[in-house]
């Protein structure tokens, strides 16, 4: 019963990865710039991002169910700081387009996992139980 939360989590994290990748990927366009080049929109550099906190979200909750509960508090807590890094990196740090597109999907799927991921873990940590995750 104590692997049931960190698996959930990583197939959640096995599910961020794939919107970003496979079912709610971002657009491909790109914008020209006035000295003639041409970069990508804001979202593709969001999508990028969300990929590297992806790989963490797998990697830390791959270790949580390697490592057991030793450590389960600290690494509840670093997975919640990287799902907030997420919903983040699409809203406030880099965001997408303004205009309505594919990346609006994306990060509706973002905030949904990444928001699941962040009550599991604060659920995790409060119903420490046996483990006793939280101090006396």
């Given at each position: ?20 990748k496979v079912w709610a990927p971002v657009c491909d366009g790109v914008i020209d710039l ?61 965001g997408v387009c303004m205009m309505p597109m594919a990346c609006h999907l994306t990060r ?27 101090p006396e």
């Amino acid at each position: 019963m104590k692997k049931i939360i960190p698996v959930i989590q990583l197939v959640l994290s096995l599910a961020v990865l794939g919107a970003l990748k496979v079912w709610a990927p971002v657009c491909d366009g790109v914008i020209d710039l006035a000295n003639g080049n041409q970069t990508h929109m804001k979202c593709w550099f969001a999508s990028q991002a969300g990929i590297g906190l992806a790989i963490v979200l797998i990697a830390v909750y791959g270790v949580a169910l390697i490592a057991g509960s030793d450590k389960r508090k600290l690494i509840q807590i670093v997975g919640a700081v990287a799902a907030i890094a997420l919903i983040l990196e699409f809203s406030s740090f880099i965001g997408v387009c303004m205009m309505p597109m594919a990346c609006h999907l994306t990060r509706k799927w973002m905030f949904g996992l990444a928001g699941a991921i962040i009550v599991l873990a604060v659920a995790d940590v409060v119903t420490g139980g046996k483990d006793k995750q939280l101090p006396e």
